[in-house]
T-cell receptor, first 115, second 116 residues
Framework: DSGVTQTPKHLITATGQRVTLRCSPRSGDLSVYWYQQSLDQGLQFLIQ???????AKGNILERFSAQQFPDLHSELNLSSLELGDSALYFCASSPNQGMSGDTIYFGEGSWLTVV | AQSVSQHNHHVILSEAASLELGCNYSYGGTVNLFWYVQYPGQHLQLLLKYFSGDPLVKGIKGFEAEFIKSKFSFNLRKPSVQWSDTAEYFC??????????????FGSGTRLQVQP
């Protein structure tokens, strides 16, 4: 158990819908990262937050957004869902911003299936 | 942009065989290097990491990796694999000194299949 908690574990929804994935980082970790894992794209970095502020953006679509709340949990919002958004979405956390010595641990992921 | 290359996409070994999985990265600055393992249907687990110091790092489950800066490589090794090592292995890198590159960049993964 990495200490990173993600909910829900599985989610099935229809095209055009909107879903919210939730992540609680390890105790004491200030950074949260979101990744998407799919068969054709592999592991893609989406976005990073540190202590409530956006720190880095990766390949995140405009239909997707995220935020980190004062209690450091984070939510990833996926809207206008398409079939191609079906993937495993991982959250990860680290104590700092990815500085030297910062270990990044992953949660168990949220499986999203869009039908 | 930094990138990570894992040259072996699918490796099949017999139990007790030795393993070496290649990983090369493209960033020229200071890097943190990681190997993660993903067992079927599970999440990413950290195998080992390199930040600085001794370039030979030991991880869990008998794995080790060697950082060779001149070759931009961080190959994963295990002297004798077991059936339970069947999984997908990901090499990842981030650049602590570069604000825009502190999130991990992953390689495409190597699927290891160990036959009993």
């Amino acid at each position: 158990d990495s200490g990173v908690t993600q909910t829900p574990k599985h989610l099935i929804t229809a095209t055009g819908q909107r879903v919210t994935l939730r992540c609680s980082p390890r105790s004491g970790d200030l950074s949260v990262y979101w990744y998407q894992q799919s068969l054709d794209q592999g592991l893609q970095f989406l976005i990073q937050y540190y202590n409530g502020e956006e720190r880095a953006k990766g390949n995140i679509l405009e239909r997707f957004s995220a935020q980190q709340f004062p209690d450091l949990h984070s939510e990833l919002n996926l809207s206008s869902l398409e079939l191609g958004d079906s993937a495993l979405y991982f959250c990860a956390s680290s104590p700092n911003q990815g500085m030297s010595g910062d270990t990044i641990y992953f949660g168990e992921g949220s499986w999203l299936t869009v039908v | 942009a930094q990138s990570v290359s894992q040259h072996n996409h699918h490796v099949i070994l017999s139990e007790a065989a030795s393993l070496e999985l290649g990983c090369n990265y493209s960033y020229g600055g200071t890097v943190n290097l990681f190997w993660y393992v993903q067992y079927p249907g599970q999440h990413l687990q950290l195998l080992l990491k390199y930040f600085s110091g001794d370039p030979l790092v030991k991880g869990i489950k008998g794995f080790e990796a060697e950082f060779i800066k001149s070759k931009f490589s961080f190959n994963l090794r295990k002297p004798s694999v077991q059936w339970s090592d069947t999984a997908e292995y990901f090499c990842a890198v981030n650049s602590p000194g570069d604000t825009g590159r502190r999130a991990l960049t992953f390689g495409s993964g190597t699927r290891l299949q160990v036959q009993p």
